[in-house]
């Protein structure tokens, strides 16, 4: 099973700041294998990037994923207040399907 | 834009059972593998199970293996959990959702509390 590991646990930001998360993963993820997801209170969680950097529909371009292999990265280039939320990556390169397990972003 | 409603949950005892349904509309449900992620309150979130659009594979995560069933009807619509031998741990707001490997749509859940 490949084990996700996001930092930081919490980031404290504030509108307009750039936020950087970070997924690493027990193994390589092959085929850039990778999903971010965006997950507000009492909601679903929503798909953001799939392919480790592929944004999926609707979503804005100031959300943007990279990385390969090990390491993995969600960007928000510039904070709006309803991204304020908590973030999880998730692998579907091997079975079982894996989540990390979270990044809050809260306003600073 | 895809719908799925989930619902079948509720409190149940230790060791009881419990089926969990999800109807998919306004889009073909037949051609999509389908999936059942929980997540415990306050916590992150679990894939539980997997089917492939003809219902021909089915995968689970080893904590439910041999307890919880997942099946569906293509001519309903519908996905369904098979809940067994229901355990504390297995407290949680179960989603269904669509994919083979992301997972871009998803219901708001249900809630399943096992307790006495």
């Known amino acids: 099973e490949i084990v996700l590991t996001q930092s930081p646990g919490t980031l404290s930001l504030s509108p307009g700041e750039r936020a950087t998360l970070s997924c690493r993963a027990s193994?390589?993820?092959?085929?850039?294998?990778l999903a971010w997801y965006q997950q507000k209170p009492g909601q679903a969680p929503r798909l953001l990037i799939n392919?480790?950097?592929s944004r999926a529909t609707g979503i804005p371009d100031r959300f943007s994923g990279s990385g390969s292999g090990t390491d993995f990265t969600l960007t928000i280039s510039r904070l709006e207040p309803e991204d304020f939320a908590v973030y999880y990556c998730?692998?579907?390169?091997?079975?079982?399907?894996?989540f990390g397990q979270g990044t809050k972003v809260e306003i600073k | 834009e895809v719908q799925l409603v989930e619902s079948g949950g509720g409190l149940v005892q230790p060791g009881g059972s419990l089926r969990l349904s999800c109807a998919a509309s306004?889009?073909?449900?037949?051609?999509?593998?389908m999936n059942w992620v929980r997540q415990a309150p306050g916590k992150g979130l679990e894939w539980v199970a997997n089917?492939?659009?003809?219902?021909?594979?089915?995968y689970y995560v080893d904590s439910v293996r041999g307890r919880f069933t997942i099946s569906r009807d293509n001519a309903k619509n519908s996905l369904y959990l098979q809940m067994n031998s229901l355990r504390a741990e297995d407290t949680a707001v179960y989603y269904c959702?669509?994919?083979?490997?992301?997972?871009?749509?998803w219901g708001q859940g249900t809630l399943v509390t096992v307790s006495s």
């Open positions: 306004t889009f073909t449900f037949s051609f999509h593998w």
């Open positions: 089917i492939k659009e003809d219902g021909s594979e089915k």
């Open positions: 193994q390589s993820v092959t085929n850039r294998f």
């Open positions: 998730q692998q579907y390169d091997t079975s079982p399907r894996t």
């Open positions: 959702a669509t994919g083979s490997g992301s997972y871009p749509s």
């Open positions: 392919g480790a950097s």
